[in-house]
């Protein structure tokens, strides 16, 4: 399966979803601070999809998927840093335990860190920051405006940095629209 055309296809569905459910929610005009909050969510969105489907391409899917769960340390460790959240001493604890829990599994016998581990490290590093922007953009924007500016740039720059973007993406699409 092409995994960045499934990617696009993906944030594509998202849009179509969450647009109309923009008109039923209450609405004021924003801040630009508050538009370049919107805008950087769709932007680590996008980073965040780029390298999380370079990881698959390049690791084996039991270690990347096992890497990519960091996210759930960089979530609590980001919101301490960006919105002064602390936790409770069992909570830091319980990610202590994720942290070695991921690290024992992979680096059973040594520590190599390759290509796939690296993207899958930055992707989990891009998912909690739009995690963290999320809530952040959550006491101005509602959750249907603010998935759909999440798919904005993804739908926009995929096409440009894939190879055959449009025939790949169309193939796709026909054969998934089939079996939906």
């Known amino acids: 399966t092409d995994s960045t055309s499934y990617a696009w296809w993906f944030e594509l569905f998202?849009?179509?979803?969450?647009?109309?459910?923009?008109?039923f929610t209450a609405f004021t005009i924003p801040k630009f601070e508050s538009?370049?909050?919107?805008?950087?969510?769709?932007?680590?969105?996008?980073?965040?999809?780029y390298f999380y489907m370079k990881m698959h391409s390049r690791s084996e899917l039991s270690i990347s998927t096992t890497i990519s769960q960091l996210r759930l340390l960089w979530v609590p460790l980001f919101a301490l840093i960006f919105l002064g959240e602390k936790l409770g001493t069992y909570e830091y604890l319980g990610i202590f335990l994720i942290f070695a829990g991921l690290f024992t599994?992979?680096?059973?016998?040594?520590?190599?860190?390759?290509?796939?581990?690296?993207?899958?490290?930055?992707?989990?590093?891009?998912?909690a920051t739009n995690n963290i922007l999320f809530k952040k953009?959550?006491?101005?924007?509602?959750?249907?405006m603010i998935a759909a500016?999440?798919?904005v740039p993804t739908l926009v720059i995929f096409p440009i940095k894939m190879k055959e973007s449009f025939s790949r993406i169309k193939t796709l699409g026909r054969n998934t629209w089939r079996k939906i």
């Open 35 to 49: 538009l370049l909050l919107l805008a950087l969510i769709g932007i680590s969105e996008f980073f965040s999809i």
């Open 105 to 127: 599994v992979n680096f059973e016998r040594k520590i190599i860190i390759n290509k796939g581990m690296q993207f899958a490290l930055i992707a989990t590093f891009f998912a």
């Open 149 to 151: 500016a999440m798919t």
């Open 137 to 144: 953009s959550a006491d101005i924007f509602s959750p249907p």
């Open 14 to 23: 998202r849009f179509v979803i969450f647009l109309p459910l923009i008109f």
